[in-house]
């Protein structure tokens, strides 16, 4: 079992930054891919971005360029910067993490963008 914790959501201010942080722990052999979903109020939740243990990054079209995913393998942790927030940034995110074929996920920490 892989137990996910997250931390860094919050209010945050048009135009402005956040940082979320995940980190993993308990029976953990080799991640095979990190990254961040988000549900927002009434929609569905969907791939905000991923890192594979190889460093490739994956980014929706809606976050490209404002949000950057970055992970520390040795540590079993995962980042996500976010710059430029946009109102439409409010959601609730999820750490998620694909681990010897299984999936785990974090509770999720909520962020939410004053205009």
């Known amino acids: 079992q892989v137990q996910l914790v997250e931390s860094g959501g919050g209010l945050g201010q048009a135009g402005g930054s956040l940082r979320l942080s995940c980190a993993a722990s308990?029976?953990?052999?080799?991640?095979?891919?990190m990254g961040w979903y988000r549900q927002a109020p009434g929609k569905q939740r969907e791939l905000v971005a991923r890192i594979s243990s190889g460093g490739s990054t994956a980014y929706a079209d809606s976050v490209k360029g404002r949000f950057t995913i970055s992970s520390d393998v040795a540590k079993h942790t995962v980042s996500l910067q976010i710059n430029s927030l946009k109102p439409e940034d409010t959601a609730v995110y999820y750490c998620n993490v694909v681990e010897k074929g299984m999936e785990y996920w974090g509770k999720g920490t909520l962020v939410t963008v004053s205009s």
């Open positions: 308990g029976s953990i052999f080799s991640i095979n891919v």
